[in-house]
């Protein structure tokens, strides 16, 4: 049964409406975008006529994959992985996915890649298209499930130290290359995601101000990277060579520049995601104890449940282990405060 529903926001007190409830076994919750109840209840009877229109309907029989996609990509132009779903899923009707059908997908497509990898690639490009038709009435949703990922098992942070030495090979390498040392750093010490820090504009950079605007993130919204006085002069040093601040490159050419950058600098080879937003959480909490509603603002994190399983990584558990539990630290018990010797015959 679809309704209305509502809830008032503590912050401001305002009052949002919603559409929410199941029609024939599919849930459904979306804003009806207005704080007033006469025109709450006319978008409400909108969407209302437009979800039991594309269910009862089952446009979804007969609309494909790939003509959805075709839409998707002219409305968002995000193509990234695209490609080699629409040749295998494009006369496939969405109506007839499954999460078993896109896991094959997966597998096919990435033999040996990861459980993160598969759901990167295949499953969150897939599913991108289908929410789009979704939220459009063109079809019903689709559940597919992720696959297992570890939480943050297979990451790793590095340090300032590795920070260095990538920006130092970068330099010498030269242009080209120097502007994915600045990246880096702009990384490490902002938190920002890859895809953020690759399409940061200069338009979106106040030096003055030591700001950077993060447009469109990847929790939709926008967030104000603090720059340090490092990361300012190395960007007055840098003029504009381009719209965007770090260059603009494909990924598969920026992921072969930053390994041969890691070689050169006869460094481990620690991938871009990792060397920043990783890193930046474990400098700040595990290095630097900062609390966590700092790191969360400053990172632009919205649940600490996947800043501390996912980003920040313990440190040398083993020395940690032995300097508090250690044999060098074994107490003696005859001056423990706390044991209080019993009387013979007690």
Same mark, same amino acid.
């Given at each position: 049964?679809?309704?209305?529903?509502? !809830?008032?926001?503590?912050?401001?007190?305002?009052?949002?409406?919603?559409?929410?409830?199941?029609?024939?076994?599919?849930?459904?919750?979306?804003?009806?975008?207005?704080?007033?109840?006469?025109?709450?209840?006319?978008?409400?009877?909108?969407?209302?006529?437009?979800?039991?229109?594309?269910?009862?309907?089952?446009?979804?029989?007969?609309?494909?994959?790939?003509?959805?996609?075709?839409?998707?990509?002219?409305?968002?132009?995000?193509?990234?992985?695209?490609?080699?779903?629409?040749?295998?899923?494009?006369?496939?009707?969405?109506?007839?996915?499954?999460?078993?059908?896109?896991?094959?997908?997966?597998?096919?497509?990435?033999?040996?890649?990861?459980?993160?990898?598969?759901?990167?690639?295949?499953?969150?490009?897939?599913?991108?298209?289908?929410?789009?038709?979704?939220?459009?009435?063109?079809?019903?949703?689709?559940?597919?499930?992720?696959?297992?990922?570890?939480?943050?098992?297979?990451?790793?942070?590095?340090?300032?130290?590795?920070?260095?030495?990538?920006?130092?090979?970068?330099?010498?390498?030269?242009?080209?290359?120097?502007?994915?040392?600045?990246?880096?750093?702009?990384?490490?010490?902002?938190?920002?995601?890859?895809?953020?820090?690759?399409?940061?504009?200069?338009?979106?950079?106040?030096?003055?101000?030591?700001?950077?605007?993060?447009?469109?993130?990847?929790?939709?919204?926008? !967030?104000?990277?603090?720059?340090?006085?490092?990361?300012?002069?190395?960007?007055?040093?840098?003029?504009?060579?381009?719209?965007?601040?770090?260059?603009?490159?494909?990924?598969?050419?920026?992921?072969?520049?930053?390994?041969?950058?890691?070689?050169?600098?006869?460094?481990?080879?620690?991938?871009?995601?990792?060397?920043?937003?990783?890193?930046?959480?474990?400098?700040?909490?595990?290095?630097?104890?900062?609390?966590?509603?700092?790191?969360?603002?400053?990172?632009?994190?919205?649940?600490?449940?996947?800043?501390?399983?996912?980003?920040?990584?313990?440190?040398?558990?083993?020395?940690?282990?032995?300097?508090?539990?250690?044999?060098?630290?074994?107490?003696?018990?005859?001056?423990?405060?706390?044991?209080?010797?019993?009387?013979?015959?007690?």
């Amino acid at each position: 049964m679809l309704k209305i529903t509502k !809830r008032t926001r503590k912050k401001d007190g305002r009052t949002i409406y919603y559409l929410s409830g199941t029609y024939k076994g599919q849930r459904f919750r979306e804003s009806l975008g207005t704080s007033g109840r006469d025109e709450a209840q006319r978008a409400f009877e909108q969407k209302r006529a437009e979800i039991i229109e594309a269910i009862d309907g089952d446009k979804s029989r007969v609309l494909k994959f790939g003509d959805a996609a075709i839409e998707y990509l002219k409305a968002t132009k995000n193509t990234r992985f695209m490609a080699p779903i629409i040749t295998k899923l494009g006369e496939t009707a969405i109506a007839d996915i499954t999460s078993g059908l896109i896991h094959d997908l997966a597998r096919a497509l990435y033999p040996s890649g990861s459980g993160a990898t598969r759901n990167r690639q295949v499953i969150c490009p897939v599913l991108a298209v289908i929410n789009w038709a979704v939220e459009r009435k063109l079809c019903a949703p689709v559940p597919v499930k992720r696959f297992k990922e570890p939480k943050g098992a297979d990451k790793v942070a590095i340090d300032r130290v590795w920070v260095d030495a990538f920006m130092a090979a970068a330099m010498i390498l030269g242009r080209g290359w120097s502007e994915l040392g600045r990246m880096e750093l702009f990384m490490f010490t902002t938190g920002a995601r890859l895809g953020d820090a690759e399409r940061l504009e200069w338009p979106q950079v106040y030096l003055a101000k030591k700001t950077a605007d993060l447009l469109d993130t990847k929790n939709g919204e926008t !967030r104000t990277a603090l720059l340090t006085d490092e990361m300012v002069r190395l960007l007055r040093l840098n003029p504009p060579q381009g719209q965007r601040v770090f260059g603009d490159w494909g990924r598969r050419q920026m992921y072969k520049r930053w390994r041969a950058i890691c070689e050169a600098a006869c460094i481990e080879y620690v991938p871009p995601h990792q060397a920043g937003r990783h890193s930046f959480a474990t400098e700040m909490i595990v290095r630097n104890k900062v609390d966590i509603p700092t790191t969360m603002k400053l990172g632009g994190w919205k649940s600490p449940k996947v800043l501390m399983g996912t980003y920040a990584h313990p440190e040398n558990v083993r020395q940690v282990a032995e300097a508090i539990f250690g044999n060098d630290k074994k107490p003696d018990l005859r001056l423990a405060p706390n044991v209080t010797p019993q009387k013979k015959g007690a």
